[in-house]
């Protein structure tokens, strides 16, 4: 399956944004998919991901009641949905895929989201 994530830019402090992650050459539904992200100077960290229904999410403790994840397989795609933005979430976004939880074996190129203070 391959990954393309979109919908980064640049938001003040506080705003919102909503990232997609287009799949093709699969169906995502018999994907776990998730997202990691990447600061500058920093190592790449799980932010959360969604069973191959939607039914569940599970998300890292930082990112808990600001970020959602929803996925829509009819039309195989993810969605990261970030509110309350900080500063400190400035990184390049990526959305990933695996047959299981915690076992991501497709990335996407990533999106890079910039937040203003």
């Known amino acids: 399956v391959q990954l393309q994530a979109s919908g980064g830019g640049l938001v003040q402090t506080g705003g919102s944004l909503r990232l997609s992650c287009a799949a093709s050459g699969r169906s995502i539904s018999n994907y776990v998919m998730g997202w990691f992200r990447q600061a500058p100077g920093k190592e790449r960290e799980f932010v959360g991901h969604i069973n191959w229904s939607g039914s569940n999410t599970f998300y890292a403790d930082y990112v808990k009641g600001r970020f959602f994840i929803s996925r829509d397989n009819a039309k195989n795609t993810v969605f990261l949905e970030i509110y309350s933005l900080k500063p400190e979430d400035t990184a390049v976004y990526y959305c990933?895929?695996?047959?299981?939880?915690?076992?991501?074996?497709?990335w996407g190129q990533g999106t890079q989201v910039t937040v203003s203070s």
């Open positions: 990933v895929a695996g047959r299981t939880f915690g076992r991501y074996d497709a």
